[in-house]
């Protein structure tokens, strides 16, 4: 079976989380929220096209430096293999697009970044079915965008940090997005 690679520019949605296994294989699983906007001509109005939130799966050395470096309502850009899993029981299927990402990266076009190279150490591991299923559980809360306990909500909101004075490139309390503002500044 042949692999799709894509790229994915969005906010991050929710926390990155990390898990650890049993033989110190490490992974870092987060939220990519992304929107296409659109002009429409009829009424003059840059209009929200459809929302997509995509789980991006990060793995070794790769998942380390976004569980430092990533927060949430950050933009990003994400590259990796496309995935569809697929859960739930029989008769109500549910499918969930993943990307296992290859490259992570802040979206420079919203604000600065300054990289700073790691130490590293230690060899590498291989995970089991075992381990990759467990982890699949384990996550399986995000592909509803719910948390345990609670019910799931249709829509989702990226919020940017607060002590951050970055543009929203998805501006819902204005209707507008933050490169029209710029443009007509």
């Known amino acids: ?45 840059w209009t929200d096209g459809d929302r997509v939130c995509f789980t991006v799966r990060c793995w070794r050395a790769l998942g380390d430096n976004v569980a430092t470096s990533v927060r949430a309502g950050q933009p990003v850009v994400v590259s990796g293999r496309l995935r569809i899993r ?30 700073t ?30 948390r345990p306990g609670r019910a799931s909500s249709p829509n989702v909101r990226i919020l940017g940090a607060p002590d951050q004075e970055q543009p929203d490139p998805l501006d819902d309390d204005t209707g507008t997005h933050a490169t029209e503002e710029r443009a007509a500044a």
């Open 117 to 146: 190279k790691p130490e590293r150490g230690g060899g590498t591991t291989s995970m089991s079915k075992e381990m990759r299923d467990r982890l699949d559980e384990e996550t399986q809360d995000w592909a509803m965008a719910t």
């Open 86 to 115: 697929e859960f739930g029981p029989e008769g109500d299927r549910r499918f969930m697009p993943e990307i296992e990402a290859s490259a992570v990266g802040h979206d420079l076009r919203w604000g600065t970044g300054a990289f």
């Open 1 to 45: 079976m042949n692999d799709i690679y894509i790229t994915l520019t969005g906010n991050v949605a929710a926390e990155p989380r990390q898990y650890t296994f049993e033989d110190g294989l490490r992974v870092t699983s987060l939220r990519v929220l992304t929107s296409h906007r659109y002009f429409d001509k009829k009424t003059g109005q």
